[in-house]
């Protein structure tokens, strides 16, 4: 329970970190980008609009710079993040929401798929050593993950879409579709997916696979394998029960900690793709000088990969007795 | 010379160092490779591959293999640049928060977690958004100070399994002071580690600077293999039949990565004498029958 607190105490800390950056970021640059951004909307903002943006940014106004903060503090935790200004006038927190389901259904298919299948195959690995797959795959999967992500994805995008046109490259779904629960529309919706998440799978999977592999190699060297060995138990027993559940702890925390790194290779790809979700948004938003936007995206990707670590802390607190036992 | 043995002998080593050694070449002497200056925009656009442009030009009429030959520079200084920041900073930062202890170390530590999970990617693109048309000097300040943290944390809890040893409680009796035994005392027995931290730092930061370079956040008139993607984005050069604008400079960036990555995994070998491929221990005089069944046992 105490491992637990101590979990959600840092939660809350990188949360207000992040909104800290938000706030320190564009104010530290020289000549605050903010105001020229301000200075290209002049006239099509009016009142409250306006008003709100000059306190996010800390233009015009006569407040101290801690007057400000507090300001912008209270603005975020209300979820108050602005207007939009490239998708002007609506507010920023409803661009953001129309961005969300893409990116969950793609990335969070993918990421699922990548874990399980790369963690699959580094237990594999490990417990075959020098067989075919761990002569094959470590090597093979050191030099991918290597690629740029958004690379892989124009590559995918030259071979399969433009030269055999085999399934679409640009966009999630047909201009000509209208959003409903249709198989026709489903259907169109997959196929939108399936490169940006092959690309995305290939250059994922191979961070899984190594990790468990190593932690897999220790682990079998560990006396309480051996004892197993010794009573006889059938060997996929040993595989799963014995190493693989001991070796997959680290590969959990690990799983948090890179989906940061995942998001990140999500957001090119989607970008490469023109799939509308959170990180083309982002670098829309980035190309537009659309400030406010571009925060609560920034901000709405911190909490994804918090919430992410959280989840795996009670995943480790539920699977590693040893984090339960320590006071 | 230790160094270069274990390199020598282990195959995916070499063909790291290999990689390394020929973009370094290049980085220092781009000239000898290729003649057209990569900036000038003097020919046709949008040539084909021939004799005279080996890989042809690019969408503004500049020698395509010339700007990827001179392109090498930038890379290699991001990469060696801000791997080598960013693992100092880490050292300093891991090694001091072990040292001390306490409070110390309690601070560093959450400020080290704090920056960990924060996304890397997205917050150098926030930055670099602010910043405006980031040059070499830029990305190498950003990627240092965003990408300490990982390599901290592993320094730190290596640093804390020496902290007990002897030859450190001499020189705290010999009054050195802290800064002198962190630097001279722990630093110099973790050189494997750091090493391998290097390397991962410098794959990444060359993965980082392409990356935003590409999506237009670098400075577009900087010759580098980013911006090259950039322009052969901008040009459209994957629907239009120019991919060969695309293909040579993300085969640049892979094959130099590649290069940093297999020598890092080698490292790991190296230094983990457990993962390293069990075909050398069948040299040991034991009848081979034997030998594997013990190797399935273990």
Redesign the interface.
């Known amino acids: 329970m105490r491992f637990l607190l101590r979990r959600a105490g ?1 939660f809350v ?2 949360l207000w ?2 909104v800290t ?2 706030f320190l ?2 104010r530290m ?1 020289p000549g605050n ?1 903010a105001l020229a951004m301000m200075g290209k909307f002049h006239g099509r903002l009016t009142g409250q609009a306006l008003q709100n943006l000059e306190t996010i940014f800390g233009v015009n106004t006569h407040e101290s710079l801690l007057g400000q903060y507090w300001h912008y503090l209270g603005d975020m935790a209300t979820g108050n993040f602005g207007t939009s200004l490239f998708f002007f006038p609506s507010p920023v927190g409803q661009v953001v929401r129309a961005a969300i389901p893409w990116t969950l259904g793609l990335f969070g298919v993918v990421t699922i798929l990548a874990f399980f299948l790369g963690t699959g195959v580094g237990v594999i690995s490990a417990w075959r ?2 067989g075919v797959v761990d002569s094959v795959a ?2 093979l999967l ?2 991918t ?7 892989v994805g ?2 995918f ?2 071979i399969f879409g ?1 030269k055999l046109q085999w399934l679409p490259w640009s966009g999630g779904m047909d201009i000509t579709e209208t959003p409903a629960w249709t198989g026709d529309f489903i259907g169109n919706v997959v196929q939108h997916a399936i490169l940006p998440a092959l690309a995305l799978l290939i250059t994922t999977i191979g961070t899984w696979t ?1 990790t468990m592999r ?1 932690n897999m ?2 682990t ?2 560990e006396d309480y394998v ?1 004892m197993a ?1 010794a009573k006889g138990l059938s060997s996929s027993r040993i595989m799963l029960d014995y190493a693989a559940r001991n070796a997959v702890l680290p590969n959990l925390t690990g799983f948090a ?1 890179s ?3 995942v ?3 999500a ?2 790809i989607e ?1 490469v793709f023109n799939y509308p979700g959170v990180g083309y948004m ?2 829309q938003a ?2 537009n ?1 659309d ?1 406010p936007l ?2 609560a ?2 901000l709405l ?2 909490v994804a ?2 919430v992410a ?1 959280l989840l795996a802390d009670i995943a480790t607190a539920i699977f590693d007795p040893r984090t339960r036992t320590t006071r | 010379m230790r160094l270069l043995k274990a390199i020598a002998g282990n195959a995916k080593a070499t063909a790291g160092a290999l990689l390394l050694l020929a973009f370094i070449v290049l980085a220092l002497v781009p000239g000898l490779f290729a003649r057209d200056d990569p900036t000038a925009q003097t020919y046709p656009r949008n040539l084909g591959t021939s004799t005279a442009h080996l890989l042809g030009t690019t969408g503004l009429g500049q020698d395509t293999f010339a700007q990827a030959v001179y392109g090498t520079r930038q890379v290699l200084e991001i990469a060696f640049g801000a791997g080598l920041a960013s693992t100092l900073l880490a050292a300093l930062i891991g090694v001091a928060a072990a040292y001390l202890g306490g409070w110390a170390d309690a601070v560093l530590n959450l400020f080290t977690d704090v920056v960990l999970v924060i996304p890397l990617f997205p917050l150098l693109i926030v930055i670099a958004a602010y910043v405006h048309n980031s040059g070499t000097g830029v990305l190498i300040a950003v990627l240092t100070f965003t990408g300490w943290s990982y390599t901290a944390r592993q320094l730190r809890s290596q640093a804390l399994a020496l902290r007990s040893r002897d030859f450190l409680a001499a020189a705290r009796v010999r009054g050195e002071r802290a800064s002198y035994i962190i630097a001279v005392e722990i630093l110099p027995t973790m050189s494997s580690l750091l090493v391998a931290a290097f390397l991962t730092n410098a794959l990444y930061d060359v993965l980082f600077a392409s990356s935003l370079q590409f999506v237009g956040l670098g400075d577009p008139n900087s010759t580098s293999w980013g911006t090259m993607l950039y322009w052969a984005q901008n040009n459209e050069a994957l629907q239009t039949g120019y991919y060969v604008q695309a293909i040579v400079p993300g085969a640049a960036i892979a094959l130099l990565g590649a290069g940093f990555a297999l020598l890092n995994y080698a490292f790991d070998e190296i230094g983990n004498p457990a993962l390293r491929p069990l075909r050398r221990r069948r040299r040991l005089a034991l009848p081979r029958r034997l030998r594997q069944e013990e190797l399935s046992r273990a």
């Open positions: 840092f800390l990188t970190a992040a950056l938000n970021l564009p640059m980008p050593r020098g470590p090597p050191v030099i993950s290597a690629i740029p992500y958004f690379w124009m590559m995008i030259l433009l190594l190593n190699v220790t079998l060297a051996r060995r900690m989906l940061g790194f998001v990140g290779g957001i090119l970008y982002l670098l980035v190309e000088e400030y571009m925060q995206l920034f990707i911190t990969v918090l670590i």
